[in-house]
């Protein structure tokens, strides 16, 4: 029964104890991972038609063209 002593009671001994901790820490770095290299748009045409539309929501935030101007060009889109 001595080498019984994991962390928590129901670990089942040292060695299971520090694999859960491992599994832990590569289930983390591959969290990170994935949220680093994952793409914030969809590729292909909608993500150049929400681009496009951010930009007329800026030039008519900035005064640049009329409100009737940004409706036509986003009928375009």
Same mark, same amino acid.
Not at 30 to 44: D, E, I, N
């Given at each position: 029964?001595?080498?019984?002593?994991?962390?928590? =009671?129901?670990?089942?001994?040292?060695?299971?104890?520090? /694999? %859960?901790?491992? +599994?832990?820490?590569?289930?983390?770095? #591959?969290?990170?991972?994935?949220?680093?290299?994952?793409?914030?748009? =969809?590729?292909?045409?909608?993500?150049?038609?929400?681009? /496009? %539309?951010?930009? +007329?929501?800026?030039?008519?935030?900035? #005064?640049?063209?009329?409100?009737?101007?940004?409706?036509?060009?986003?009928?375009?889109?």
């Amino acid at each position: 029964m001595m080498w019984n002593c994991g962390i928590l =009671p129901w670990s089942g001994g040292w060695m299971v104890g520090h /694999s %859960l901790w491992g +599994l832990l820490f590569l289930a983390g770095i #591959g969290v990170l991972l994935w949220g680093a290299f994952r793409t914030r748009r =969809p590729p292909g045409p909608m993500a150049d038609r929400a681009d /496009s %539309l951010e930009i +007329l929501k800026l030039r008519l935030a900035k #005064g640049e063209i009329s409100i009737d101007e940004y409706n036509t060009l986003k009928s375009m889109l």
